[in-house]
């Protein structure tokens, strides 16, 4: 036996307890998953009657999961722009650990603990009609106009959902990227300065650089989290009103569990998957390659 | 002759014998410990207390018998059961929704089993009401026994209509000309909240039986009968909630954005003079109102066209045995307690304030007003003196309550016709009975 085997077969076995649960616990309900897809399976039944790709032919006909695709890309869109650069300027501004830096840091934080069900709760408080603080300060200021039923009207209740998602995720970026710049070489900010950059060219040729790794782990969980938003909606609109906030993942609920159609909800919580990680894939190759051309 | 007699004393004998073999055996097996595991939704810690309490009665009689109890949400409930039931596992007993949607797809797929034949044997079908058990009776067999019949109606605050010399409405078009005078005074005529979206079943449940008559609602229903949601009947229907009602202001301003919660508060303030929602609320009426007896309840108004008023009725959750249990007898036993009219009418009428479809001793429970007048109009029901229409979302398949939900927000956005509606209700009723 020689050494290098020795040393594998050690790894082997204390990998083995973390292995043995991944594929119990991740492995097998994703290829479960598969093989639901593929049936007609109701969740109670115990036939499993194989359909094919009769699920996935009837998702890419269904209005409404085109209907939920949109929203899921409205979220990921604004819900990853809006948080990184309202992180990103925290962070900058926490970067030289101003005066109450500690207090600044965790109150920007502080949202990021909170369970999503609470979050959900305290904002549809502050949408609430009748109460909600938003509503009384738009009265307050003048502008009665705009006060409205935010999370009942169609046309505004996914952004009224989303807005609360990104409180609550401006605090979890801001963190990152704040230690991110730790590593940022403020020698090279200075080789800048004297270069006669401002603070704009420091910012995207030097800090942007140097924060990429942080940038693309930051982007992609945020990507991710934006195909997959459930609770948070499910909390405060249920997807409504008139599907009005239906994303895929409260889609998938709603079929697999209230319509009883586990199979197709399988199909659909694989495209969400599957759409998660190419966009991921994608955002990420081309950061490499805008490095390597860099 | 002789030997007739011997055979005879013979079989005599035998027969004796194994008859006292057998009554030992039963004896046995009554004496044999049985734990009975029980999922059921009374998460509500009073409600918990009080089903404690009563599970804890049938197991002083029967003291073999424990009882390990767990109480759910009724959401994670139903998400959670299927699974277990289908995986082998799971409880004996269940306390779960009626409806095709929920027992039926368990009993579709032979996870709970039918009871007729302990139905017969505790006489069920001469205790609980016919209507209710309909509810949880499926391809002609009963699969449940029904705890939680409700009736819809609409409730009335009587201080808030006499200090403004408004009297309840009885017709629809009373109730519009109430809705404009109450909210030209400040005050909300109805406290109906549409988020996120099931309120809007039991508005329609009511016009839709006003229209149609209780008869015609049971024959599609419960019997079978042909449905035709998409009805001249059915649009009026929808038309007289969502559109007419809608347009004469009768509901707070952005009622889709509304909680229930949001709703029921309105009612307990005094902001709103009436409410149309279910007798379930009665509990929390009491423990919130100051002025719990100044509120009646009573049926929605009729609409022009239809067949009167009906209170609504519904099988909410009932009890059932699973196929996974070994323990079947001691589970109907069980069961058959929880049904025994003492029980119900100390400890889930008096105390728990359900409404459980037994006939029962009403004047020896001790009720407020308001409840004993539901408790009246049930118990009348009961004995065929009232005619109660039906709650459709009970029973109907999941797309139509899909519809439902979707397109009575849409239509009080004013985004949706009511005959794109009964159009569409029609289309889903069909997609859900495939």
């Keep these: 036996m020689t050494a290098s085997w020795r040393r594998w077969r050690a790894g082997l076995i204390f990998l083995l307890p973390s292995l043995a649960l991944y594929l119990c616990f991740v492995v097998n309900p994703f290829i479960q998953s598969i093989w639901f897809s593929l049936t007609d399976w109701d969740g109670a039944s115990k036939v499993k009657e194989f359909i094919g790709l009769a699920n996935y032919r009837e998702l890419f006909a269904d209005g409404l999961f085109w209907q939920a695709l949109r929203h899921n890309l409205v979220w990921v869109l604004i819900g990853t722009a809006v948080p990184l650069m309202i992180g990103m300027l925290l962070a900058q501004l926490m970067w030289s650990k101003p005066r109450g830096f500690t207090i600044y840091r965790t109150v920007f934080f502080l949202p990021h603990i909170l369970l999503s069900t609470v979050i959900g709760i305290i904002w549809a408080w502050i949408y609430n009609p009748i109460f909600g603080i938003l509503n009384k300060g738009l009265d307050a200021v003048g502008l009665k106009d705009v006060s409205r039923g935010w999370l009942g009207d169609p046309d505004w209740a996914l952004l009224a959902v989303l807005v609360a998602a990104m409180w609550a995720t401006i605090g979890f970026v801001f963190v990152i990227l704040l230690a991110g710049l730790q590593n940022v070489s403020r020698d090279l900010l200075e080789a800048a300065t004297i270069d006669g950059a401002n603070g704009w060219q420091r910012f995207r040729d030097v800090t942007i650089p140097e924060m990429a790794n942080v940038l693309n782990v930051v982007t992609a969980l945020l990507l991710i989290g934006g195909f997959s938003v459930f609770d948070l909606i499910y909390v405060m609109t249920g997807g409504g009103p008139n599907n009005a906030s239906q994303t895929l993942a409260t889609y998938t609920f709603e079929q697999a569990f209230a319509q009883n159609r586990v199979g197709y909800g399988a199909a659909l919580s694989l495209v969400m998957t599957v759409l998660a990680l190419v966009t991921s894939f994608i955002f990420i190759r081309l950061r490499e390659r805008g490095e390597e051309v860099r | ?434």
């Design chain 2, 1 to 434: 002759m002789k030997s007739t007699w011997v055979h005879g004393l013979h079989l005599a004998t035998g027969a004796l014998l194994l008859a006292g073999m057998a009554v030992p055996m039963a004896a046995g097996a009554q004496d044999d410990p049985v734990e009975l595991v029980v999922w059921d939704q009374f998460t509500d810690p009073e409600a918990s207390g009080l089903v404690d309490e009563i599970y804890a009665g049938f197991t002083e009689k029967n003291p073999n018998v424990t009882i390990k109890r767990e109480a759910v949400e009724n959401d994670q409930l139903r998400q959670t059961l299927r699974t277990a039931l289908s995986s082998g596992e799971g409880p004996d007993v269940i306390f779960y929704d009626a409806g095709p949607g929920y027992a039926g797809v368990l009993a579709e797929s032979d996870l709970i089993i039918p009871m007729d034949e302990y139905a017969a044997e505790y006489g069920w079908k001469e205790k609980v009401a016919g209507t209710a058990l309909q509810g949880t009776t499926i391809d002609g067999k009963l699969y449940g026994m029904p705890l939680q019949v409700d009736l819809i109606g609409m409730y009335v605050n009587t201080a808030v209509m006499e200090e403004n010399g408004w009297a309840a409405p009885t017709t629809l078009a009373e109730m519009l000309t109430f809705c404009k005078t109450a909210s030209e005074a400040g005050v909300i005529p109805i406290a109906f909240a549409d988020n996120p979206g099931w309120q809007a079943f039991h508005q329609f449940s009511m016009t839709a039986n006003q229209m149609i008559g209780a008869d015609a609602m049971q024959e599609i229903l419960y019997n079978g009968g042909a449905a035709n949601w998409n009805s001249p009947e059915i649009v009026t229907a929808i038309q007289a909630y969502f559109v007419d009602m809608r347009d004469a202001g009768c509901f707070p301003e952005d009622a889709v954005a509304l909680t229930y919660d949001d709703g029921n508060a309105l009612f307990y303030a005094g902001d709103a003079a009436l409410h149309t929602t279910g007798s379930w609320m009665i509990g929390d009426m009491e423990a919130n109102m100051e002025a719990v007896d100044k509120v009646t309840f009573v049926p929605f108004p009729a609409i022009d066209g239809g067949k009167g008023q009906y209170w609504i009725t519904g099988v909410g959750s009932a009890y059932y045995v699973t196929a996974n249990s070994e323990h079947p007898a001691e589970s109907a036993a069980f069961i058959d307690y929880l049904f025994d009219p003492a029980v119900v009418a100390d400890k889930w009428v008096e105390q728990g304030r359900y409404v459980v479809p037994v006939e029962f001793e009403a004047a020896s429970v001790e009720a407020s007003p308001l409840f004993a007048s539901v408790l009246d109009t049930l118990q009348k029901s009961l004995k065929g003196e009232a005619e109660l229409g039906f709650n459709v979302d009970v029973m109907a398949p999941q797309p139509f309550n899909d519809m439902m939900l979707n397109g009575f927000q849409a239509m009080l956005n004013g985004d949706k016709t009511a005959e794109e509606q009964a159009a569409d209700l029609q289309t889903a009723w069909e997609e859900g009975a495939k």
